[in-house]
């Protein structure tokens, strides 16, 4: 197979905290870190992070520069090979813009958004690990904080399975989430 | 399946730095509250944290007395029930004592070292996976900083196969890591 036109963003609004409501979440160093790291990993084409606030935007320039082409990349290269995936974007509208305009692409990406709870029909793993074999962008959907606020899930493309750990508790940060979704769509496996 | 006799455990000490030398790491409080959250949703039994340094000892104490029995059991009940997993040991032959000693296990866990680049036969994930079924109890090893020291990886029972992404970067966090490893061993799944 062919690497997949996968492209991943992490939203910092709207998103939703601990009573529902519609808020934009402060952006966490390691959240983009280790999403960064994962990506990189599993052949991603870029890793969007996505904040309207000007203070935190200028906070993710710094630390992406610190490490691309500052002091850190000549500390650590292959973190540098890691951010370089990072872009930063207002809002969706702005990423999917983005995408569609990429040599690579055949038109505007096929969103789609992962929750630990979907009210919506789903697109099963093993569907969606096929569907990226058909050569046109795709664009995973990932929120902060408690999670894409509910008019994100809505009028995105597609909504993915939520990831059933053993247990009936599925409280995975957004850090293992993104890891262990980009496994199971990307990762190489004979397992039974 | 009934549920594996499962236990984990993250070293500080003996793992190696960037030029291989044996250190001891310090503790990074998002390992703990990303690893405890994964370890609940596999049905992972305890979370070792391994140190010898006192000063990280009172310090990962303090954490999880936090939200284990102070102020934030009330903030945040689902992260006091994944972070009441963890047990803080000076050593891994403490870790091994205490899972012998435990009603359910029927003698020594068999201990399993993860690392991203392993010199010795491995076992791979599907094997792994079926060998839970035994009742046996089963000791999954991570090292944080650059990784678990030689001599550890060397003298556990078994190796784990690395994670293979999607390309030769291979530069996971040791949190994304471990939500991979327990998502391949323990995840509910009906890929093909």
Redesign the interface.
């Known amino acids: 197979m062919s690497?997949p036109n996968l492209h991943l963003a992490l939203v910092h609004y709207p998103v939703t905290n601990?009573n529902g409501d519609v808020i934009a979440s402060a952006v966490t160093n390691?959240d983009l870190?280790?999403i960064a790291?994962?990506a990189?990993?599993?052949?991603v084409k870029s890793f969007y992070v996505v904040t309207p606030l000007e203070d935190q935007i200028a906070l993710v320039g710094q630390l992406v520069s610190h490490w691309v082409s500052g002091p850190g990349s000549a500390y650590?290269p292959?973190?540098r090979?890691?951010l370089e995936l990072i872009r930063i974007k207002k809002n969706l509208e702005e990423v999917i813009s983005e995408i569609s305009a990429l040599p690579e692409s055949t038109g505007a990406p096929r969103t789609i958004v992962t929750s630990a709870v979907i009210k919506r029909p789903v697109v099963?793993?093993?569907d969606l690990?096929r569907m990226f074999g058909d050569g046109f962008p795709y664009l995973l959907v990932f929120g902060t904080a408690w999670g894409l606020a509910e008019a994100m899930i809505t009028s995105a493309d597609l909504a993915l399975e939520p990831?059933?750990?053993?247990?009936r508790?599925?409280?995975?940060?957004v850090?293992?989430?993104?890891?262990?979704i980009?496994?199971?769509l990307?990762?190489?496996?004979?397992?039974?």
Not at 163 to 167: D, Q
Not at 169 to 173: A, I, K, T
Not at 175 to 180: C, I
């Open positions: 690497r601990k390691l870190h280790d790291r994962a990189r990993t599993y052949g650590n292959k973190r090979q890691a099963p793993f093993s690990r990831i059933r750990g053993a247990t508790y599925n409280h995975l940060s850090r293992s989430a993104a890891a262990v980009l496994d199971r990307l990762g190489r496996r004979d397992m039974a």
